[in-house]
């Protein structure tokens, strides 16, 4: 089936650096990829996607490259708040059947600190 | 409803216990997934349903564990006999048709096994 790495956390940065969250995966075809948050006390959200190759998901200033050739995801903001403090997940789903099941990386924790 | 209601939001039971927890969908929504997120982890699929049925079931973890959905919109999952390692977020999440374009996540039921 389908997988996603992705890097380990904690990120640990000051408001207004530079974000880059690094997502890998392995999949048959060309599947939609997803990166999903998750605040403090709060339940996952879809913060962005991207559906095919070539494609940039964006949302609240963070975006994302669909890159086939290096098969990669990863999440990019130009300037971090202390209100993107966060756990991000980066998915995708796997088509071994006719699930569409998300399947989930590890997860990475971002603390932005004022 | 406006979104995926899960209750409780927070459940200890003792080792040895039953449980059930409920998943109220976006009224529309054929999908409907179980996932559980142990601590520092991404979530972990566990059944998903398409109307009442349960078109995977790959995820449960033994047969302590049980899911339905008998109307096509409410979901209970049933956890017998709760084991201490059941500890976790259970997430349940919703979609039109399956998971391709992402899903919608309730806050999940924070279950604790004493």
């Known amino acids: 089936g389908n997988s996603v790495t992705q890097m380990e956390g904690p990120v640990t940065l000051s408001e207004e650096a530079f974000l880059t969250i690094n997502c890998t995966y392995t999949?048959?075809?060309?599947?939609?990829l997803f990166w999903y948050v998750q605040y403090p006390g709060e339940g996952l959200q879809l913060l962005l996607k991207?559906?095919?190759?070539?494609d940039k998901g964006s949302n609240k200033g963070f975006e994302a490259t669909y890159r086939k050739e290096t098969t990669s995801f990863h999440l990019e903001k130009g300037s971090v708040q202390v209100s993107d403090s966060a756990v991000y997940f980066c998915?995708?789903?796997?088509?071994?059947?006719?699930?569409?099941?998300?399947?989930f990386g590890t997860g990475t924790l971002l603390a932005v600190q004022p | 409803g406006a979104g995926v209601s899960q209750t409780p939001s927070n459940k200890v039971t003792e080792k040895g216990k039953y449980v059930e927890l409920r998943c109220d969908p976006i009224?529309?929504?054929?999908?409907l997934y179980w996932y559980r997120q142990s601590l520092g982890q991404g979530p972990e699929f566990l059944i998903y349903?398409?109307?009442?049925?349960?078109?995977?079931d790959s995820g449960l973890p033994n047969d302590r564990f049980f899911a339905v959905r008998p109307e096509g919109s409410v979901s209970t999952l049933k956890i017998q006999r709760t084991e201490r390692g059941d500890s976790a977020v259970y997430l349940c999440?919703?979609?039109?048709?399956?998971?391709?374009?992402?899903?919608?996540f309730g806050s999940g039921t924070r279950l604790t096994v004493v």
């Open positions: 999440a919703s979609s039109l048709v399956g998971g391709a374009n992402g899903y919608t």
């Open positions: 999949a048959t075809g060309y599947p939609s």
């Open positions: 991207a559906t095919k190759a070539d």
């Open positions: 998915a995708l789903p796997d088509y071994g059947g006719a699930t569409n099941k998300l399947i």
């Open positions: 009224s529309g929504h054929t999908a």
């Open positions: 349903f398409q109307g009442t049925g349960a078109a995977d």
